[in-house]
């Protein structure tokens, strides 16, 4: 069996009981994303969770558009979401859309009609929210609902041909009106959209309802067990009203569990839509976003992504999810693989005053601080370096014990230095420092003679590659971004990203491709960007820190 979301749950229950009791032979899932965006974090943990049942009770998962609203609708979303699923890991046993069932769709709505079950109407769509009522009111019944069945097959034979405007006429189920259950109360069926379908052409003006076509499709492909997230739970009884009206061979059982909530975090298609159309990010896979698109381009590794759905499992009670929880599982992932590197984001010029002018030695360093076995690499040091600002101050702290002048400090997998002298610009801005250095201290040797309280990284100034670093903090500065409260853009971060113009150590990085994943000393892991990454120039984007207190409960 999978690893991918296995740990015991309700729905995997249903199912073990299901097959034991010989409800089903085989079980067959499906992930049914509608092409309207790109799909998001959230949109993994239910991708996880039916293909990995799929997978572990030996059954079949379908991949399936439901493009059921031309106008929303793009082949681009078809092409992104395939890829996202390929990228997480999975693959589909049958790719299908729901535009391939229009027709049948058409000829159960007709089934509907003639059994006295659906009508056309034609009030306008704010007539019919007025007429529906209210949580406790009861709803009152269009002045049309009691057309003839041959009436109502005429008009809607003619609202399939194109006689009728958008909006001018609608086809509804005739349920009941009065229900407690405002699901009930004469949902819309087919609506009229003179638009052009990706899949289908201008073949259609007219669109099954998504409420109507779901069940529909579910039972034409033979789903068992369709799951959804909890806002459907209202809607499963107008579900299995559809599938058992339309006279569908197969019943398949819809199970809904909680939607995924990461803390300063849109999980809405909507909402991303608008930061892509407004330009608060640079596209649907900008770094910061959290579509699979965006995190795959920021770095983060299929695997993190799946240990982290299964982390957090599967429940019937909504929840936000910190988000530090899925940094973790990603520091996890990259720890072992990501190979380290010495990158230094805010140079600062350091000069080894007594270091020969021509002379570049090269040194031997580790490629992994916490497995051997990763080896070593050979990394060039000469006189002129540079070092992190922050690894100077000019008038130190209490307890700061990096490079002031007079103190000393190591390398790493170098010399101690010590400062001696200290260079400004016109504005009294730091701009060199010139030290002196030890040769009987090299790394290595097991010079003993005295000890230092710090450790800093470097990059050789005559090798140094240069690199611009993009560093990341959250997009939305609410823990609760989905607040209906307040307006989501008002809580964007204008701190979201700062580009940093830096240098790195030529031998990791000499041959580094997109999306090629590092750990650079003591600023984190970082991952070379897929869009501004160039042969001439690379484009580092920071995909987690190193450290976080943060720890998952056990």
């Known amino acids: 069996m999978s690893n991918e979301m296995n740990s015991s749950n309700f729905i995997r229950n249903i199912i073990i009981n299901d097959l034991e009791t010989g409800k089903h032979d085989s079980i067959i899932t499906r992930f049914p994303p509608e092409p309207n ?3 998001h974090i959230g949109h993994a943990k239910s991708i996880c969770l039916n293909f990995g049942l799929a997978e572990d009770f030996n059954g079949r998962v379908n991949l399936r558009f439901d493009d059921t609203n031309p106008l929303k609708e793009d082949v681009e979303y078809v092409n992104s979401i395939k890829e996202d699923v390929k990228w997480l890991g999975f693959n589909w046993n049958n790719l299908y859309f729901a535009s391939d069932y229009f027709d049948e769709m058409y000829n159960r709505a007709i089934l509907l009609i003639k059994k006295g079950k659906a009508y056309v109407c034609d ?8 007429y529906r009522g209210t949580l406790t009111e009861p709803g ?3 002045p049309y609902r009691n057309r003839s069945i041959e009436e109502n097959l005429e008009l809607f034979e003619k609202m399939k041909n194109g006689e009728f405007e958008d909006g001018e006429k609608v086809l509804r189920a005739k349920i009941d009106m009065s229900s407690p259950n405002i699901n009930f109360r004469d949902p819309i069926i087919y609506r009229i959209s003179h638009s052009t379908h990706h899949n289908t052409g201008d073949k259609w003006c007219i669109y099954p309802m998504y409420a109507f076509a779901h069940p529909i499709e579910d039972a034409i492909e033979g789903i068992t067990h369709s799951i959804c997230t909890l806002e459907f739970e209202d809607q499963r009884s107008l579900y299995d009203w559809f599938v058992r009206e339309c006279e569908m061979e197969n019943v398949p059982r819809q199970i809904e569990f909680a939607r995924l909530n990461l803390t300063n975090t849109v999980m809405s298609k909507r909402k991303l839509k608008q930061l892509v159309d407004e330009g608060v990010v640079d596209g649907w896979d900008d770094p910061r976003m959290p579509t699979i698109s965006g995190v795959r381009r920021r770095g983060y590794t299929s695997e993190s ?3 982290f759905c299964r982390e957090i499992g599967v429940s019937k009670a909504d ?3 910190d988000s530090q929880l899925l940094d973790y599982f990603l520091r996890e992932d990259l720890q072992p693989k990501a190979p380290l590197a010495m990158g230094v984001l805010r140079p600062l010029k350091l000069v080894i005053t007594n270091y020969p002018e021509d002379k570049v030695e090269m040194l031997e360093i580790e490629n992994n601080a916490k497995d051997e076995s990763k080896g070593t690499r050979l990394v060039p040091f000469s006189r002129e370096l540079y070092i992190e600002q922050d690894d100077f101050m000019e008038e130190p702290v209490k307890k700061y014990f990096r490079l002031f002048p007079g103190n000393e400090v190591r ?3 170098a010399y101690f230095v010590k400062c001696n002298d200290v260079i400004k610009d016109e504005n009294g801005n730091v701009v ?4 002196t250095y030890d040769p009987e201290t090299k790394s290595g040797s097991g010079f003993t003679g005295r000890k230092v309280k710090s450790t800093i990284h470097w990059v050789d ?4 590659v240069a690199c611009e670093f993009r560093l990341f903090e959250p997009l939305i500065l609410d823990d609760d971004p989905e607040n209906e409260g307040k307006h989501f853009l008002e809580q964007i971060n204008p701190k979201s990203i700062e580009v940093l113009q830096g240098f790195s150590e030529p031998t990791q990085i000499k041959d580094a491709k997109v999306l090629d994943k590092f750990q650079f000393v003591r600023n984190g892991f970082f991952s070379v960007d897929s869009k501004y990454s160039t042969k001439d120039k690379l484009v580092f984007n920071r995909v987690v820190p190193l450290k976080s207190s943060f720890k998952p409960q056990k």
């Open 37 to 39: 965006g790109y799909l």
């Open 411 to 413: 390398l790493k997998g």
């Open 123 to 130: 009030l306008n769509q704010d007539q019919i929210r007025e």
């Open 140 to 142: 009152v019944e269009s």
């Open 461 to 464: 100034a005559k090798n140094a």
């Open 305 to 307: 992504i799946r240990n």
């Open 432 to 435: 060199e420092i010139h030290c």
């Open 319 to 321: 929840s936000t999810v």
